[in-house]
């Protein structure tokens, strides 16, 4: 049976790893310094396995990573306990050579408008503070970066029609115009590709929710799914292939990529829609 490597643990080894290269050290010579078998120190960078607690104190001394890695193990073990990990999103995306995504309620993040997104934030966690909300918008930003990558990851949206009709913020229909004009920017330009599923579809395969799909290099892929308040990682193989074989259930039921830009450039087109 092979063993998933969770992301967050993944993050982890690849930081003992760079301190260990930092000093030329090799696996053996950590392993033996702190006490443990090589195939345990080797399974640690790999991410296959949660290096022990009691370990984690050694480990910074040894790599002489003045606290730092006590902080990153912290962070992972946080993550993997707690299903709000939309800390571990961009990660994941950095990482990716193809990312999937769902959105069957607002347009996907990576490819909302600095305004769109602050809207969407707004309505989704009404009461937060501006500040906070500002930290978000530059978060989700950031994130958008992978866009002018080289190579930049194969990005393929399902988008319902729904989501190009709903206002977000009480911004009224400027802002949703603003955020369609965007993605059919993205979409014309190659950075995205993008398919609408229509309102009349007679088959919804989709009514789990927005989720997303996400393949590596040379590593498990793995799936998250959106919940009200947060975003969790799917790691468990059976699981990601749920919903992977929803993915294509919707993606046969969704319109192509031409027939797309056509409906998004008409509907850039009629200002009064």
């Given at each position: 049976m092979v063993r998933h490597i969770d992301p967050a643990w993944r993050t982890f080894g690849r930081s003992m790893r760079g301190f260990r290269d930092s000093l030329g050290l090799r696996q053996a010579d950590v392993a033996d310094a702190i006490g443990v078998v090589i195939s345990h120190y080797s399974s640690w960078e790999t991410g296959k396995r949660r290096p022990d607690p009691k370990y984690v104190n050694h480990l910074d001394e040894e790599l002489q990573a003045s606290g730092r890695l006590v902080e990153a193990w912290e962070k992972a073990n946080r993550q993997v306990q707690t299903p709000m990990r939309f800390a571990e999103l961009p990660d994941l995306e950095a990482a990716s050579t193809q990312i999937r995504e769902y959105q069957p309620l607002v347009f996907p993040g990576l490819i909302q408008t600095a305004e769109y997104a602050r809207a969407v934030f707004e309505d989704t966690f009404p009461g937060m503070s501006a500040d906070r909300v500002d930290q978000l918008v530059r978060a989700r930003m950031d994130r958008q970066e992978i866009l002018d990558r080289d190579p930049r990851p194969l990005i393929i949206l399902l988008i319902t029609e729904g989501v190009l009709h709903q206002q977000v913020g009480g911004r009224g229909l400027a802002l949703l115009r603003d955020q369609r004009r965007r993605l059919l920017a993205d979409a014309e330009?190659?950075?995205?590709?993008?398919?609408?599923?229509?309102?009349?579809?007679?088959?919804?395969?989709?009514?789990?929710?927005?989720?997303?799909?996400?393949?590596?290099?040379?590593?498990?892929?793995?799936?998250?799914?959106?919940?009200?308040?947060?975003?969790?990682v799917i790691s468990d193989p059976e699981r990601h292939q749920e919903c992977l074989t929803s993915f294509g259930l919707l993606q046969g039921e969704a319109l192509p990529e031409a027939a797309t830009l056509k409906m998004l450039q008409e509907m850039v087109n009629d200002n009064g829609n």
């Open positions: 330009a190659g950075r995205v590709r993008a398919q609408i599923i229509p309102r009349d579809t007679g088959r919804h395969y989709g009514n789990g929710g927005a989720f997303r799909l996400y393949t590596f290099a040379g590593e498990p892929p793995v799936a998250s799914a959106e919940y009200m308040t947060g975003e969790i």
